[in-house]
């Protein structure tokens, strides 16, 4: 398969633009949504066995998006260089695809290994509330440290979904994750509760059950990688690493993984704030970023398709197109945002309280700061929305370096300065934790937004102009821009 065969009515890179556009993006938009099915699972039914289970999710799933971040990073890296290999039909794009595979799994038996050995000094610097010290934190280590084990599975699938989204194909990853999330969903109570002669494990069932299902979706990703023809062609010497595409991801990888580790510690710095609040607050905090991810979802599949549009376009020499193909993007998930937020704003504690389920006392204080923190986050949804559009546009034109800046802009020139001083010098209280958040989102879209604007993105394609499968690109992009 390539670009061209993506749909009869057009293609990514000639003909008809919205429909491809779509048909790329919808199963993006299906994949977030089944990755959130894993939390929504894991918080169900921890939330039928105690409070504390859903506060240890909570406090852990910062840590494990630190660590997730530098890899995520890696992958995205060949998710660029696939699209834009694609779309200037250079015949590398199985080579490129090993390398990607082979180094990012030794990234991630290195960060696994690194995460289970800090997991208890992670969690002890985190400034507790006693309550929350006692009864949370230990439940969040038990957690990690099984994840951790678990990240090469992790990591697998990661890679093949994000191949197969810079080659053109989002479909085949849509179902491998089907597959996965059915079995998680399965095996989440069995080792949760213990039925039958499955062991009691409690949060670790979780976690388990999370790894176990991971670990197929990976095996299934890679077989359709090499034994199908469903993806770029890999070879078994595609495999050997090789300095040359090594330097290329990594230096695509590097901006990437610091932007997701960024927004990783950002939200590390946010929950060592609210966890010196009582542990109904900070399980109100994890259910309303939880809920908040899934009416996020149609924005997190459409940056993630315009990342390979923009790539397979520039590849192509139309930046015109891209630039299109982005604003249409944007116009959409706007749309779609502003309605998730108006139902957050007007119906918030249905949302909430179908995963608050035991407890009845700590379930109605959760369920109170949960509806307050949705109703605020409700008026920054479209500015969320516009920047994971935006965001998906810089990385995929090679400009992650860009994508960095505004990252670090919205999360820590903003939401966590602004939150610290709201809580700990202004008083707000809980209060202050939602606005920070809400200002820090807005702040960063309008920023993004001005900087795409002003179409310097198209000057390059990759951050490095040294890099010889970017030559192409750059000799026809002055020319396709006099058009």
């Not at 990703?221 to 070879?235: M, S």
């Not at 809580?423 to 993004?448: K, N, Q, R, S």
């Amino acid at each position: 398969m390539s670009s061209g065969e993506l749909t009869d009515e057009g293609t990514l890179t000639e003909g008809p633009l919205v429909r491809p556009m779509f048909r790329l993006a919808w199963p993006l938009v299906v994949i977030q949504l089944l990755q959130v099915a894993y939390n929504v699972g894991d918080t169900f039914w921890l939330g039928a066995l105690s409070p504390d289970a859903v506060g240890a999710v909570s406090l852990a799933f910062p840590l494990l998006f630190l660590v997730i971040a530098v890899g995520g990073g890696f992958t995205t890296a060949g998710a660029i260089l696939i699209a834009q290999h694609t779309g200037a039909e250079s015949g590398e794009g199985g080579l490129i695809a090993g390398q990607t595979i082979s180094f990012v799994s030794l990234v991630a038996i290195g960060l696994g290994i690194v995460g289970y050995v800090a997991t208890d000094p992670m969690l002890a610097v985190l400034p507790a509330d006693p309550d929350t010290q006692a009864a949370i934190i230990p439940l969040a280590a038990d957690y990690l440290k099984i994840f951790f084990l678990g990240v090469p599975f992790v990591f697998g699938f990661f890679v093949f979904a994000a191949l197969m989204r810079g080659y053109g194909n989002t479909r085949a990853p849509m179902r491998v994750m089907i597959i996965s999330v059915v079995i998680n969903l399965v095996v989440d109570p069995l080792l949760i509760f213990g039925v039958g002669p499955l062991p009691h494990l409690g949060i670790a069932g979780a976690a388990v059950a999370t790894v176990f299902s991971r670990g197929i979706a990976t095996a299934v990703g890679f077989y359709l990688l090499y034994y199908t023809d469903v993806g770029p062609d890999i070879r078994t010497e595609h495999l050997v690493p090789r300095f040359e595409y090594v330097s290329r991801i990594t230096r695509l990888g590097v901006p990437t993984a610091l932007e997701q580790s960024m927004t990783a510690m950002a939200l590390v710095a946010m929950t060592a704030m609210v966890v010196t609040f009582p542990p109904a607050v900070v399980a109100a905090y994890g259910l309303g970023n939880r809920l908040i991810s899934l009416a996020f979802l149609p924005a997190m599949g459409m940056g993630q398709a315009t990342d390979s549009i923009i790539g397979q376009n520039l590849g192509a020499g139309r930046p015109d197109r891209a630039a299109k193909a982005t604003w249409i993007g944007a116009g959409v998930v706007a749309g779609i945002m502003a309605v998730a937020g108006a139902l957050a704003l007007l119906f918030p504690e249905p949302f909430v309280s179908v995963f608050v389920t035991a407890d009845e006392v700590g379930r109605a204080e959760t369920i109170e700061y949960g509806v307050t923190y949705l109703r605020f986050a409700a008026f920054a949804f479209v500015f969320m929305g516009v920047m994971q559009v935006i965001q998906g546009a810089f990385r995929g034109a090679g400009n992650t370096k860009t994508a960095l800046v505004f990252a670090v802009l919205g999360l820590w020139l903003v939401r966590v300065p602004v939150t610290y001083y709201l809580i700990f010098v202004a008083g707000w209280g809980t209060t202050g934790i939602w606005t920070g958040v809400v200002l820090g989102d807005i702040v960063g879209a309008v920023a993004a937004v001005a900087w795409f604007s002003r179409g310097t993105w198209k000057e390059s394609l990759l951050d490095d102009d040294e890099e010889p499968d970017a030559e192409p690109v750059d000799s026809s992009e002055t020319e396709t821009l006099a058009e």
